[in-house]
């Protein structure tokens, strides 16, 4: 609902699965959600880059100009990131670099998935 006042947050029903991926900018921030990871990956993307990102999606999207979207990142989006996310990538299971061409990072976190997901399907008897 960010930045729409006129719609209504939806409540969302997870059901057990053996593999939940959980996204977020400031999931690390909170000790609660960072013990419950068992794995927690960070996507080291470059600071112009991000930026770029936001200009895009914030002008497309939001309809802010970019002079206002390059205000919020130097005042607010980059602080926020020094202060509430940076702090926490020591804890971080694994730091992926940005690049095109990161096939062994994604094979490493998509073995680790299927692992857990081949240790809960098998059968007991």
Same mark, same amino acid.
């Given at each position: 609902?960010?930045? =729409? +006042?006129?719609?209504?947050?939806? *409540? $969302?029903?997870?059901? +057990?699965?053996?593999?939940l991926?959980? @996204?977020?900018?400031?999931?690390? !921030?909170? #000790?609660? $959600? *960072?013990? /419950? ?6 996507l080291d993307?470059? &600071?112009?880059? #991000?930026?770029q990102?936001?200009?895009? #999606? &914030? ?5 802010? +100009? @970019? &002079?206002?979207?390059?205000? =919020?990142? @130097?005042? !607010?989006? #980059? ?5 509430? $996310?940076?702090?926490?990538?020591? @804890? ?8 095109? &061409?990161?096939?062994t /990072? ?6 680790? $998935?299927?692992q857990?997901?081949e ?7």
């Amino acid at each position: 609902t960010f930045n =729409q +006042p006129g719609k209504e947050p939806k *409540m $969302i029903r997870l059901l +057990p699965n053996p593999v939940l991926l959980v @996204e977020g900018l400031f999931l690390f !921030h909170f #000790r609660e $959600i *960072m013990d /419950a990871l068992q794995l927690k990956v960070f996507l080291d993307v470059p &600071d112009e880059l #991000r930026l770029q990102r936001r200009i895009a #999606r &914030d002008g497309c999207e939001r309809g802010y +100009p @970019e &002079d206002v979207v390059r205000y =919020q990142w @130097e005042h !607010h989006v #980059r602080p926020a990131f020094s202060s509430f $996310i940076e702090p926490f990538l020591p @804890e971080c299971d694994l730091i992926i670099p940005h690049s095109r &061409d990161n096939h062994t /990072a994604v094979d490493v976190v998509a073995t680790y $998935i299927n692992q857990k997901i081949e240790w809960k399907t098998v059968s007991v008897s």
